[in-house]
């Protein structure tokens, strides 16, 4: 059953736009999210057996921070008012390698990577370096 999620220290106007429209949950510290009108269907669905989509990952809590989950990245659902930066083609292969980004003048905190206006995903700038949140399994293997 989709248990509701309370939402204590989580802004998610943040990260979606019209949270309003879904039904928050959290298992295991990942939050995810249902249309509402999709609800009761899926519940009686992932009764009879696992669903592995269908529904609105936005991320996992560790401590105070959410890291995103890149299934938000690609979704329609993120806010257009996120942090952005836009990659050049040397960059946006950098980050679907995992190869080391230098971003100068970016926003520190949680950013999304776009290339040609497309989101490509997630990185934290910190201080001294950016944290690539790329998913390991789908990196470009090959040398770019």
Avoid: C
């Amino acid at each position: 059953k989709w248990e509701s999620f309370d939402k204590k220290n989580i802004s998610l106007e943040k990260y979606i736009i019209q949270p309003e429209n879904f039904h928050w949950t959290s298992v295991q510290q990942k939050i995810t999210g249902i249309g509402k009108e999709q609800l009761r269907s899926f519940e009686e669905i992932s009764a009879i057996t696992k669903i592995r989509g269908g529904y609105l990952s936005v991320g996992e809590v560790k401590g105070k921070d959410l890291i995103p989950d890149h299934v938000l990245a690609m979704s329609i659902y993120l806010n257009e008012d996120f942090n952005s930066i836009e990659l050049d083609p040397v960059g946006a292969l950098n980050y679907l390698s995992r190869s080391e980004l230098h971003l100068e003048y970016a926003v520190p905190g949680w950013n999304i990577v776009r290339y040609d206006t497309l989101p490509l995903g997630f990185v934290k700038v910190l201080p001294n370096r950016v944290n690539n949140y790329y998913p390991q399994e789908w990196r470009i293997r090959m040398p770019v």
